[in-house]
Structures are given as C-alpha cells and as structure tokens.
C-alpha cells in the first residue's frame, strides 16, 4: 500500500473496524445527492451497486431462506490496492466511495461481488461470489454497466464523480456538527450501557460526522486529522473516569458463571495472520449446568478496564478435539475468541475486565446485561 492509501490507512482511528481504512463511508449520509459532477475529476467517486433477486437464470436467488447482504473486493490496478468494502446487513444495495484515486482515462475500476454470510466456525465470512467485474474508466461522463442476469441474480453499477460544491458544502457542514457536538458534549456513566455510557453520550454520532468529512476529503485531511485526535482525547477521558466504577462493577460478584454456563478464561495471545495484519484471541472454557443442551455463545463482548467494549467472534468450540456449536449437560467445551479488535496483553489483559452478554427482551427494546468477571487461570 501506498500514496494517499497508505497515508489514509495509517491516519484511521482505531475504532474503524469492520470497513475499509482507506475508503471511509457514513451510512447514514445520502452521497448520491451529491450526484452529478459538475465537471472535472477532482472530487471522490460514488459507485453504487444493487442486487436484483428478481431477475436471474437460476431457480433460487442468493441467500433464498434470508436478505442478501453485498461485500465488494475494490481496487484501481496500478493505483488503489483491494479494499473490502462491506454495504449494510439486509439491504441489497451498497456504495463504494473512493476519494483516494487520482483517476485518468484508461485506468480500471476492478470490483468483485459477493453475498457475504456470517457462519460459525472462524468467524469470517463465507462468501457467495456473485460477479466480478471491470468498468473502464473515462471523464466527464457516468460508469454504468450491469451484470445481466446471472443464475442467482442481477447486479447492476453506477460510478459518478460528486459535484464540487456540493462536496465542499457537505464537508465543512460535517465539520460544524462535529465542533457543536464535541463543545457540547456532556456524557453520563450507565454502566449498563454500551460503553459504559460512552455510545449513548452522542459519541458515535460524533464519529459519524467524522467520518463523513473523512469520506470527503481523506482520513490525512488535516481539519480531519485534528479533529479524530480530540475526539480521541474525549474518550480517553471518559475512560479514565469510567475506570473505578467499572473496577466496582467488576468486583462486586465473584460469580463465573453467564446463565447455567459457566465460564473461565485459560488464555489470551496474538499472532500475525497470512495477511500481515495482527489478531488477536481468548480461549475460555464453559461448562453447562443446564438440564437440556446450551448453545456456545455467540454475542460476547469484552469489557475493558475503561468500559469500552470490544466484541468477541466465535473462531472454534471443541469438546475432546471434536468441533461442537452446542454443549450437552455438564459437558465442557473449550472456545477460542478472536477480538475484534487486536489489544496488546498489557491492554487486553488489564483488570479489571468483564464479559458480557446482553439478552433482548421481547416485545421491547430493552435488553437485560449480564457479566462475568473475567480473570485468566493462575
């Protein structure tokens, strides 16, 4: 990785997990109201894409039983390296927002599309393939082009330039929301809460502002580089303030167990992975106390010291060396965790920390939380 690319993958906060570093994207933001140029090439390109289940060869359609959901492979040979760029979960539509390419006729726009599936067992996507794909780049005019009907489905794209203005306008009001919310910013402790209260306080809109100004104009824009770095310093200090309350919260039952399982940590390491990038993983040992069969839970969440939480993605469950998804009475199954996002052992390992597990209630949009104090075996 290289250029701008590099330089936007380096300046990311680390909180952006789970889509690309080098192509930001607010979902909440409607960007093809920016569209169409008004001239020029100057400005990020918009690529939508969208899934037709209706019109395909094949008697089923991606995903038959539930909604699709698209993952794109992007890249610019010679200029952009791949990116995943993941669209949003039960929506056949998504966008690609490159800002980072300096485009010129004759240049490629590669993209391969897949329907993306979460399954246990490595916790990563198990991707159908769908089309891959290459839209010749040309200026002044729309990139269009369509699979046509394929045996699972159609996939049509659209890639156009936003105007300038309007790119202008959008960034510096993204800006104003960010300095209004942030000099107004007053968060309250919920240690039931997401984050102890953190996400609940405004912060992830905040994070939204700011990482549509950054799909704008680039994550090493340096309005954009200033502001990620109070808006760190903002957590940084609700996480000092958090830390003796989450210590209290942590310390005030010795119970180890989460329902009728109960658990205990036996290790905790990181490794680089193929890719280079660094993972890290929790292996913990439950045991069901249940009379009937459990299942290994699935929607963990690592609390920090600070309260921040980071979840925790099923990657193997064994039970004598033979991979199960659900234990029997009084069985122990050994799980190993991967973090979503990679913590030295001097951060991760930190106490106090707690596990997590939220229950949604039914009929309602309350949940009800319950922890486990999570301390790794002598």
């Avoid at 399954?119 to 159908?128: C, K, L, Q, R, V």
């Avoid at 306080?201 to 104009?217: F, K, N, P, Y």
């Amino acid at each position: 990785m290289r250029g701008r690319a590099a330089r936007n993958h380096a300046a990311a906060p680390p909180w952006v997990v789970g889509q690309s570093r080098v192509f930001p994207f607010d979902p909440s933001f409607r960007y093809w109201e920016l569209w169409p140029a008004s001239g020029g090439a100057n400005t990020p390109l918009l690529c939508r894409l969208t899934y037709d289940r209706t019109r395909r060869r094949g008697l089923f359609a991606a995903d038959p039983l539930t909604e699709v959901e698209l993952t794109t492979v992007y890249e610019v040979p010679g200029k952009t390296p791949p990116q995943r760029v993941h669209g949003p979960d039960g929506v056949p539509q998504m966008f690609v927002l490159d800002g980072v390419t300096e485009f010129a006729p004759g240049d490629a726009l590669r993209m391969a599309v897949v329907d993306r599936d979460v399954h246990w067992g490595g916790s990563s996507f198990t991707d159908d393939p769908l089309i891959a794909f290459t839209l010749p780049y040309r200026s002044g005019a729309a990139l269009t082009g369509t699979s046509g009907a394929m045996w699972r489905g159609t996939i049509d794209v659209r890639c156009e330039h936003l105007d300038a203005f309007a790119v202008q306008s959008a960034y510096v009001d993204a800006l104003r929301q960010l300095d209004a919310s942030l000099q107004r910013w007053a968060p309250q402790l919920e240690p039931r809460d997401w984050d102890f209260g953190l996400a609940g306080s405004g912060m992830t809109d905040m994070q939204a502002a700011l990482e549509r100004a950054a799909s704008l104009r680039g994550w090493d824009a340096p309005e954009v580089r200033e502001r990620t770095n109070r808006l760190l310093a903002a957590q940084l200090c609700f996480e000092r303030a958090a830390a003796p309350e989450v210590a209290r919260w942590a310390g005030r039952s010795r119970s180890r167990r989460l329902g009728e399982l109960q658990i205990g940590a036996t290790d905790y390491r990181c490794a680089a992975e193929p890719s280079g990038e660094t993972a890290c993983r929790l292996t913990v040992d439950i045991t069901s106390r249940s009379d009937g069969g459990a299942m290994i839970p699935a929607n963990l969440r690592l609390v920090l010291a600070g309260g921040r939480e980071i979840a925790l993605l099923p990657e193997r469950a064994t039970v004598a060396g033979q991979e199960v998804r659900d234990l029997a009475q009084n069985n122990t199954a050994t799980v190993i965790y991967q973090l979503e996002v990679p913590l030295r052992d001097d951060q991760a390992l930190a106490r106090p920390m707690l596990l997590r597990s939220r229950r949604y209630l039914l009929f309602s949009r309350g949940y009800r939380v319950e922890d486990v104090p999570l301390r790794l075996a002598e």
